[in-house]
């Protein structure tokens, strides 16, 4: 049954995107150019943040084990 229905979904899906192709016509490729840099964009800004967040937990955790102090309660 879950099989179907992501059959059905899928189908759906590609309908609309046909439709979408029909009625864009010839600007259907800067759409999807634009959607697909909007994401990349998006999901580079988020691994940025990520690395930000990982690099001063790492800055912090040694901070603290060089001043000798217990590092179980580093959160």
Known sequence: M???LQFLLFML????????????GDLG???FAWLVGTAMI???AAAGGVLLDTQE???R???VAASGQDNSRVR
């Open 13 to 24: 899906l590609a309908l609309a995107v046909i439709v979408l192709a029909i009625l864009l």
């Open 2 to 4: 879950k099989t179907t």
């Open 42 to 44: 998006v999901l580079l």
């Open 61 to 63: 955790r040694k901070v």
């Open 29 to 31: 490729a800067w759409y």
């Open 57 to 59: 937990e790492h800055a």
